[in-house]
């Protein structure tokens, strides 16, 4: 392991820990910061993607020619005319590549939204006029929405061309977890808790709409392609594969990006298309998705059925869990299966399961697209198993404080290894737990219609995906002849403040001023080879990569200034932009006296000496792929997040508000404590619409009837409660040489999970079903109150039972039994 | 086609437009200012708001035709650019290239208070939502000088932001409502919760 670099930055303050304001601001703030949509090169022309207006149909025929009559449209693409010349790209499935997406739908659409046909002309509404003269003849075939009946051996088959390796029928990949022997567990156990979950699909909604400008030089041949994406690399290559192009061939910028949470985080079929448009016209062409296509066509997040069970002793220790899910991954995914898989392994923290028994059926519908959205499957696992944790506890009569307080990892020695495989090396969750539950009172009495509730869980750091056995960030530093540095890297910056953070580790590394350090924009013509910004990546696996660059410049630097003061480096100290020797610190020389002796004096150099103040890093987590049982460690290191909420029901209205809400994390060795902070907020914020009001609403047909920011309910400001409860108990980790713990998305995990538990304390039902809208509520209030009854599961209650777990074993869900065994004796009103 | 005239910023800028030209669509593609975002075009986000007449309006749900002759200011008119004053000179920043981060103040001739405010409190993420969350809350702001964390929020319920969470940008809006009344700044990022560092 390497060792973390020092920080002799002599008189200078030290920023790494410091609120430092952000160096992104100033562009953003004033409205000069260019995103994707705000390029306009010379000669640009613009493209519509005519998309399909029903969800599952055969393609009869689709005809552009009439288009291309349209005044202005230069020219116009569908499918069947890149047959056999652009290749299909797609899925990745372990370690195999499924070509199940391809620019247009050729014999069968598969979802709503899905590209038909393309139109390119000299101005945006020429394109549309063009599009709207397309002639398409659809035979509808019946939607599948509901992921449970895509299982039926009857239903339709959605993916007709593509022979699955492991599954058949809708079934596009299985997973499993086989962890100590749940079945003995199960017969230990004080009590057996089991419940049928559903979540929602979510949209990432991203307020700058993919996008991307194309530009081919037909006379170099190279493509470039600004795009609002979260990796150029990945763009880059799977590009250069669908269009069998040198990989040199192809030059991905990235311009401001208006965030992604995920969405943004692979390659679109309005990338291929506008790239195809470009080198048949030879001139730029850009092509903005509306916000209808962008919820249509982007990716959500995976909605999922799980029946779950959670296996507690009469002391509450937790002793196993088992899940049967049924994973919806839309029609197509490029990641969608990986979100099962590690957020379900990384979902069983913070707790040491010894007995881990689950099953996946990862099937597609006629639906959006499913992938990676801020959490990545934590959520979903968070929602199910944290409420069984509360299930569980009050049937034993137990706090579900005391529970979790005797659950969550707490080893007397780091590194702990859990069964489940996570290597621990650090973690202060129990701590997080309690100050917590703490902030918001939770011993104090409850109001009427008024509940708390607690969740907690971790969230990795990065992440070595089954399907990905890499790792890998990388960042080239370059001291320039003024003594101004810059930073070189390909994980693109779309909120997350690089600019910042990485700055900030430069400045302590070699005393450099702040603002004399710049961020080149992601280019892949210049850029070090990284996988992007996803996966809570960016100060713990890139900020290491900046950490090395960063002590192999300052080791240079040190060697220059040693031969040129004729002293060793060993008595040098950097600080406010020079090299001393240490204990003068107004001495020294000025950094840009070595950048030009490197540059300019090179006899002046070292014997031997490379002249060069340049150099790259890269950092791999040492993770662990994947084991056959679906045990593994996938992250480097796990960031903590207990939160707990304070909900009040309005039993009129059916609204549910949060009243107070505390969120305490270990996210290690924070960089930027306002960022992590604001990370942290939108997070929540995140969670706050998943557990509250966002879903894609579809009719029987598989339209979806919210495409649009009118209906789709996105989190508006008073939606959000004050979060001045938000806080950090670091505990560094040991593996990051910086003791970074991913910041990202530990704000969503807990979210709907902890509002769940709440909600329940307020009203008695358990809601089985996200969001939890006030519809859902006051149908759920009425039915309690039709039955009389003190609590209820709903809409899917499921009494208890035993037998295999198989979804079509479990009882049909049914909203008239309730269950009528638990005890409210802890209470207070 | 119609010839649509207004005045940007204080400059005139006059075009013949497809009538289906947004009012959003003339700032950007024919202004040539594109700190106005379209984030939606239906109204709901607000990234594209800007003010027409000294009135705050979403620059998407309007037809350039309809304001024909108005006065608009857009995010660009808040700040124009400019070079910064050389308050820290160091033997090689000979240029005033560099100022340090400290130095971002609301002065009349640097950033809005608004502006300013989101620097100092990290109000700004991504960013795209911005120039129409400032647009307006300079709008509420000079009209209600004096708000509640509740009448921010609610001020701002116009304007999506899937970022912040909003609770920065509720903490920009009252710092900048108290500097626009005269009250001191508070100095530095003082909200910044503490983390105890260790390692680094």
């Known amino acids: ?829 | 086609m119609q010839k649509v005239c207004l005045t940007v910023n204080g400059r005139e800028v006059s075009a013949e437009i497809d009538e289906r030209t947004l009012l959003l669509e003339f700032v950007r593609d024919v202004a040539g200012l594109t700190g106005t975002h379209n984030g939606c075009l239906e109204a709901r986000c607000g990234c594209c708001a800007i003010e027409v007449d000294g009135d705050v309006v979403k620059s998407c749900n309007v037809l350039a035709v309809q304001v024909d002759g108005a006065e608009v200011t857009t995010i660009e008119g808040l700040a124009p650019q400019r070079l910064a004053p050389v308050d820290h000179i160091t033997t090689q920043s000979l240029a005033g290239m560099y100022r340090p981060l400290e130095a971002v103040r609301g002065t009349p001739e640097d950033l809005h208070p608004v502006q300013s405010a989101f620097h100092r409190c990290h109000a700004v993420q991504c960013g795209f939502c911005t120039p129409g969350m400032v647009m307006v809350l300079k709008d509420y702001l000079e009209e209600n000088p004096e708000p509640t964390r509740d009448d921010v929020r609610r001020a701002i319920a116009g304007n999506l932001c899937r970022c912040t969470g909003y609770q920065h940008i509720v903490d920009a809006a009252m710092e900048a409502a108290a500097e626009m009344r005269g009250d001191p700044v508070p100095e530095g990022a003082a909200h910044a919760m503490t983390a105890a560092v260790d390692g680094g």
């Open chain 1, 1 to 829: 392991m390497t060792e973390a670099p020092a920080h002799p930055t002599g008189t200078a303050p030290r920023l790494v820990g410091t609120s430092v304001p952000r160096k992104e601001d100033l562009a953003l703030l004033t409205g000069t910061a260019r995103f994707v949509d705000d390029l306009r090169l010379p000669g640009m022309v613009h493209a519509r993607i005519l998309r399909s207006d029903v969800a599952h149909a055969r393609v009869r025929s689709i005809d552009t020619s009439p288009a291309l009559e349209a005044p202005g449209v230069l020219d116009a693409l569908a499918g069947a005319e890149l047959v056999g010349k652009v290749k299909p790209w797609g899925d990745l499935m372990q370690d195999l590549l499924v070509g199940d997406h391809f620019p247009f739908a050729t014999d069968k659409v598969l979802y709503q939204g899905q590209e038909l046909a393309a139109v390119v002309a000299e101005t945006r509404y020429q394109a549309w006029d063009g599009c709207e003269a397309v002639r398409v003849d659809l035979e509808e075939l019946p939607a599948i929405v509901d992921p449970e009946e895509a299982l039926a051996p009857d239903a339709p088959l959605i993916q007709e061309q593509i022979v699955y390796e492991f599954g058949e029928g809708n079934v596009f990949d299985r997973y499993k977890i086989r962890v100590g022997d749940f079945a003995a567990a199960e017969a230990g156990a004080a009590v057996v808790v089991r419940q049928r979950f559903a979540t929602n699909k979510q949209a990432g909604a991203a307020l700058d709409p993919h996008g991307c400008v194309a530009d081919y030089d037909s006379f170099t041949g190279v493509l470039t392609l600004y795009s609002s994406t979260q990796s150029i690399y990945m763009v880059r290559d799977v590009l250069a594969d669908v269009l069998q192009i040198p990989r040199t061939k192809i030059r991905v910028i990235v311009p401001a990006v208006g965030a992604g949470f995920g969405s943004k985080a692979q390659i679109f079929g309005h990338e291929v298309i506008a790239a195809l448009f470009s080198m048949r016209l030879g001139r730029p062409v850009k092509l903005t998705l509306s916000r209808a296509d962008v919820f249509r066509a982007g990716t959500t997040r995976n909605a999922q059925v799980r029946y779950a069970e959670l296996a507690m002793a009469a002391d509450g220790e937790i002793i196993g869990y088992r899940d049967y899910i049924v994973h919806n991954t839309g029609a197509m995914s490029v990641w969608g299966n990986q979100v099962v898989h590690i957020g379900t392994n990384v979902g069983m923290l913070p707790y040491a399961i010894p007995n881990i028994h689950v099953d996946s059926d990862i099937v597609h519908t006629t639906t959006a697209p499913g992938g990676p959205l801020r959490g990545f499957g934590i959520p979903q696992t968070i929602w199910a198993k944290e409420q069984l944790v509360d299930m569980a506890a009050r049937e034993l009569g137990l706090d579900p404080l005391a529970v979790r307080e005797r659950n969550v990892i707490d080893p007397d020695e780091f590194p702990y290894r859990t069964p489940m495989g996570h290597v621990i090396d650090s973690t202060s969750i129990k701590q997080c737990l309690l100050a917590s539950a703490d902030a918001i009172g939770w011993d104090a009495p409850r109001a009427p219609h008024e509940g708390k509730g607690l969740a907690v869980s971790m969230k990795y750091t990065s992440a070595r995906h089954p399907s990905l056995d890499t790792d890998l960030s990388a960042v080239r530093l370059r001291l320039e002849t003024d003594g101004t540095v810059t930073v070189y890297s390909s994980d693109v910056s779309h909120g997350q403040s690089h600019a910042t953070m990485l700055a900030q580790i430069v400045a302590d590394g070699i005393g450099v001023g702040i603002e004399k350090i710049t961020l080149a924009p992601p280019d892949s013509m210049t850029a070090p080879f990284g996988l992007g910004t996803y996966a809570s990546r960016g100060a713990a696996v890139l900020g290491t990569a900046c950490r090395l660059a960063t002590e192999r410049l300052r080791d240079k630097i040190l060697a220059i200034a040693a031969h040129v003061l004729e002293v060793g480096p060993e008595d040098l100290d950097t600080g406010r932009d020079r090299v001393f020797v240490k204990g003068l610190p107004d001495s020294g020389i000025y950094l840009e006296i070595i950048a030009a002796t490197a540059a300019y004096r090179t006899h002046q150099l070292p014997p031997g000496f490379e002249p060069t103040l340049e150099t790259v890093a890269t950092y791999d987590t040492p993770t662990e792929r994947e084991g056959s049982d679906g045990s593994g460690n996938l992250s480097v290191t796990y960031s903590g997040a207990a939160h707990a909420a304070h909900v009040r029901v309005d039993p009129d209205t059916g609204r549910v508000t949060v009243v107070d809400y505390a969120m305490v994390h270990d996210t290690g060795t924070v960089i930027n404590p306002l960022v992590v902070e604001g990370q942290h907020h939108g997070g929540f914020a995140m969670g706050l619409g998943m557990a509250l009001s966002e879903d894609y609403v579809y009719d029987a047909q598989g339209r979806q009837l919210n495409a649009s920011f009118k209906d789709y309910l996105a989190v508006t400001a008073p939606d959000v409660p004050e979060l001045t409860k938000t806080a950090e108990i670091p505990a560094p980790s040991t593996m990051i040489p910086g003791g970074q713990k991913g910041a990202g998305e530990s704000g969503t995990g807990p979210v709907p999970a902890a509002i769940g538990n709440a909600v329940f304390d307020a009203t008695g039902v358990r809601f089985t079903v996200l969001p939890i809208t006030p519809q859902r509520m006051l149908v759920a209030l009425r039915e309690k109150e039709r039955q009389g009854v003190e609590t209820l599961r709903y809409p899917d209650d499921m009494p208890d039972f035993t037998g295999p777990r198989r979804h079509d074993d479990w009882p049909a869900p049914v909203s008239a039994d309730a269950d009528l065994d638990f005890d409210f004796d802890w209470e207070d009103d």
